[in-house]
């Protein structure tokens, strides 16, 4: 009986393992490029799929969208640092020229965002991470609801607010405990933050170590039911790169939780205008180009001090 009993305990880790590397979607998405980049980069992306359960409503737009964008770099010493790169970044699209960042997806997909957020940061990307908004909603009810925070002080955001693009509903100050749909809204809003892109950046982070926070509970290592539900939640609107499997996730996992924890690294790149306006592409962010690359090198390095970092000058 105890034979049978270990056997069943170490057969489970196993077969979800299995079941669950089986479940990824990948994508070509890598750019060949020596590596010279110390430690290990990830490319996080959210995709903003119109339709589906959880994403967001049919409302003409054609073509994939990234409404997140985030850099993970876990260097071989010092602090893991998570960057959010706003998506309507002034940027050098190859073959394309000056755009938003978010427009290298819709021009060439996974493979296009990874060569502009090489050439825009000098890190090599090992990872590539993608998911859809909708899987996120379900991700969050699939743990049960996760708190967030608003602090008009800190977040720039006039109290109550209510912004129909996104759907985000917020009354008064402090947390509360969201569905996945309130997630969802909560990490796209930005017409009501004076800081824009730069606010929405910090919300959305929140929106994942909130998540990330929920995964790790330990009660989970009970519950069967419900890791099956978490995996089939997390994975089955997963897209990652061709060499990701179920352990490069975990290992991720891992650095995200570094980067979010209180010894971690986390913010925007430095940024000189968020309404810089060149030629006719509309309001976009422009990065500082002067701060830029030393901030970049430090990353690399793991020299910069833990806390957060970046935003406007």
Same mark, same amino acid.
């Given at each position: 009986?105890?034979?049978?009993?270990?056997?069943?305990?170490?057969?489970?880790?196993?077969?979800?393992?299995?079941?669950?590397?089986?479940?990824?979607?990948?994508?070509?998405?890598?750019?060949?490029?020596?590596?010279?980049?110390?430690?290990?980069?990830?490319?996080?992306?959210?995709?903003?799929?119109?339709?589906?359960?959880?994403?967001?409503?049919?409302?003409?737009?054609?073509?994939?969208?990234?409404?997140?964008?985030?850099?993970?770099?876990?260097?071989?010493?010092?602090?893991?640092?998570?960057?959010?790169?706003?998506?309507?970044?002034?940027?050098?699209?190859?073959?394309?020229?000056?755009?938003?960042?978010?427009?290298?997806?819709?021009?060439?997909?996974?493979?296009?965002?990874?060569?502009?957020?090489?050439?825009?940061?000098?890190?090599?990307?090992?990872?590539?991470?993608?998911?859809?908004?909708?899987?996120?909603?379900?991700?969050?009810?699939?743990?049960?609801?996760?708190?967030?925070?608003?602090?008009?002080?800190?977040?720039?955001?006039?109290?109550?607010?209510?912004?129909?693009?996104?759907?985000?509903?917020?009354? /008064?100050? #402090?947390?509360?405990? =969201?569905? %996945? *749909?309130?997630?969802? $809204?909560?990490?796209?809003? @930005?017409?009501? &933050?004076?800081?824009?892109?730069?606010?929405?950046?910090?919300?959305?982070?929140?929106?994942?170590?909130?998540?990330?926070?929920?995964?790790?509970?330990?009660?989970?290592?009970?519950?069967?039911?419900?890791?099956?539900?978490?995996?089939?939640?997390?994975?089955?609107?997963?897209?990652?790169?061709?060499?990701?499997?179920?352990?490069?996730?975990?290992?991720?996992?891992?650095?995200?939780?570094? /980067?979010? #924890?209180?010894?971690? =690294?986390? %913010? *925007?790149?430095?940024? $000189?205008?968020?309404?810089? @306006?060149?030629? &006719?592409?509309?309001?976009?962010?422009?990065?500082?180009?002067?701060?830029?690359?030393?901030?970049?090198?430090?990353?690399?390095?793991?020299?910069?001090?833990?806390?957060?970092?970046?935003?406007?000058?």
């Amino acid at each position: 009986m105890l034979a049978v009993l270990l056997a069943l305990v170490l057969a489970w880790p196993i077969g979800l393992m299995i079941w669950a590397n089986g479940k990824i979607q990948r994508v070509d998405a890598l750019s060949g490029t020596p590596d010279a980049t110390p430690g290990t980069t990830y490319l996080l992306a959210g995709s903003d799929a119109r339709g589906g359960a959880g994403g967001i409503p049919e409302d003409g737009t054609e073509g994939g969208r990234t409404d997140t964008i985030m850099v993970l770099h876990d260097p071989p010493s010092g602090p893991v640092a998570l960057i959010s790169l706003p998506r309507d970044t002034y940027v050098d699209i190859p073959g394309h020229g000056p755009a938003k960042l978010n427009a290298a997806y819709a021009y060439g997909g996974a493979p296009l965002l990874v060569q502009t957020v090489e050439q825009l940061s000098g890190l090599h990307v090992d990872h590539y991470v993608e998911v859809g908004l909708g899987g996120v909603s379900q991700l969050v009810d699939a743990v049960g609801g996760v708190e967030l925070c608003l602090d008009p002080a800190v977040d720039k955001i006039q109290l109550p607010v209510f912004d129909p693009d996104s759907g985000m509903s917020w009354d /008064a100050p #402090g947390c509360k405990v =969201v569905d %996945g *749909t309130a997630a969802v $809204a909560f990490s796209r809003m @930005r017409k009501a &933050d004076a800081e824009g892109d730069i606010g929405r950046a910090r919300r959305q982070q929140q929106v994942i170590q909130a998540v990330a926070s929920a995964a790790a509970d330990r009660s989970l290592l009970v519950a069967p039911g419900r890791q099956v539900a978490l995996i089939d939640a997390g994975l089955g609107s997963l897209v990652v790169d061709e060499r990701t499997n179920v352990i490069g996730l975990g290992r991720l996992a891992l650095a995200f939780r570094a /980067a979010t #924890g209180p010894g971690g =690294v986390r %913010g *925007t790149p430095p940024i $000189a205008s968020p309404d810089y @306006r060149p030629g &006719d592409i509309g309001s976009t962010v422009l990065l500082d180009p002067d701060a830029s690359p030393g901030f970049w090198a430090a990353v690399t390095n793991g020299t910069l001090p833990p806390g957060p970092v970046g935003g406007l000058g």
